[in-house]
């Protein structure tokens, strides 16, 4: 069984930057996709991006081309760098994985803790 956990969240002013990590343990990441799901107060999930196990990656519309998954597999991580923040980026960031990618509905098998991202304008 997977474990997940997110680091790097954090304050940032519109505009700024930031990386999320998502280290895996228990099960190689290399053989999932991993994707990340932000959660904002009193909306639903929403699937911002994915790396899929064959190496095809995902995005959401609504990042408009400001985030890049990576992954660095002998670490068993993933990570999300964020760039051109805005306010409503605003959210709780959760690392996520399944076999496949889930852009639509994020109804992944593995969830991380979340990690708290506040964009202040």
């Known amino acids: 069984e997977v474990q997940l956990r997110e680091s790097g969240g954090g304050v940032v002013q519109a505009g700024g930057s930031l990386k999320l990590s998502c280290a895996g343990s228990g099960f190689s990441l290399e053989r999932l996709s991993v994707g990340w799901v932000r959660q904002a107060p009193g909306r639903e999930r929403e699937a911002v991006a994915c790396?899929?196990?064959?190496?095809?990656?995902y995005y959401a519309d609504s990042i408009e081309g400001r985030f890049t998954i990576s992954s660095d597999y002998p670490r068993n991580s993933v990570y999300l760098q964020m760039d051109n923040l805005k306010p409503e980026d605003t959210a709780v960031y959760y690392c996520?994985?399944?076999?496949?990618?889930?852009?639509?509905?994020?109804?992944?098998?593995?969830w991380g803790q979340g990690t708290q991202v506040t964009v202040s304008s």
């Open positions: 996520a994985a399944d076999a496949a990618c889930w852009m639509r509905s994020p109804l992944y098998n593995a």
């Open positions: 790396v899929a196990v064959d190496g095809a990656i």
